[in-house]
T-cell receptor, first 114, second 113 residues
Framework: DGGITQSPKYLFRKEGQNVTLSCEQN?????MYWYRQDPGQGLRLIYY???????QKGDIAEGYSVSREKKESFPLTVTSAQKNPTAFYLC?????????????FGEGSRLTVL | SQKIEQNSEALNIQEGKTATLTCNYT??????LQWYRQDPGRGPVFLLL?????KEKRKERLKVTFDTTLKQSLFHITASQPADSATYLC????????????FGRGTSLIVHP
């Protein structure tokens, strides 16, 4: 079955450590997104990529980095520069560019900083 | 500033009734609006998309309206069931075609048996 796989589902990190969240999709989608969700909050866009080897900052990119070396993969690194990284992180994808279709989401990764 | 507003208070209704959720937006002129369902600890799931030239869209027990004059979308679930209990998010694309969806905070729906 096609879909988006995020890993790990739960992750604990000590302050000052970088951590990388994995996002893989086998839907052959062009565009991929990373969102952050805090309790009682909507989804806030961190980074997005519409084609391989290209990505753009979203509304809250500070303290995060991404890469898009393959169409299937869009990993997110939460760096030590992110001041409040504890959150639920969601990866999503969509077919094509500017197509008004549905976003497909992964199951999310919950990061807790100890 | 641009805003998408959904009622932050949970909506509690009795099974069998119609649930109506509201999404208001300001300073956007979206070509379309989407609704998603999110269960606790899960990723959102797409439900419906409605375009600016469509007044109403239906899918099974779901109905969405879109009033670009009022800058409002209403999401209805008829004959609601406890399984409909979830958070419902509205989303629109302010980018004019690059597809960079922006989400509201969501409204929690609780359907009591």
């Amino acid at each position: 079955d096609g879909g988006i796989t995020q890993s790990p589902k739960y992750l604990f990190r000590k302050e000052g450590q970088n951590v990388t969240l994995s996002c893989e999709q086998n839907l052959n989608h062009d565009a991929m997104y990373w969102y952050r969700q805090d309790p009682g909050q909507g989804l806030r866009l961190i980074y997005y990529s519409q084609i391989v080897n290209d990505f753009q900052k979203g509304d809250i990119a500070e303290g995060y980095s991404v890469s898009r070396e393959k169409k299937e993969s869009f990993p997110l690194t939460v760096t030590s520069a992110q001041k409040n990284p504890t959150a639920f992180y969601l990866c999503a994808s969509i077919r094509g560019q500017g197509i008004t279709g549905e976003l497909f989401f992964g199951e999310g990764s919950r990061l807790t900083v100890l | 500033s641009q805003k998408i507003e959904q009622n932050s208070e949970a909506l509690n209704i009795q099974e069998g009734k119609t649930a109506t959720l509201t999404c208001n937006y300001t300073n956007y002129s979206p070509a379309y609006l989407q609704w998603y369902r999110q269960d606790p600890g899960r990723g959102p799931v797409f439900l419906l998309l409605i375009r600016e030239n469509e007044k109403e869209k239906r899918k099974e027990r779901l109905k969405v309206t879109f009033d670009t004059t009022l800058k409002q979308s209403l999401f209805h679930i008829t004959a609601s069931q406890p399984a409909d209990s979830a958070t419902y998010l509205c989303a629109l694309d302010p980018s004019g075609g690059s597809y960079i969806p922006t989400f509201g905070r969501g409204t929690s729906l609780i359907v009591h048996p």
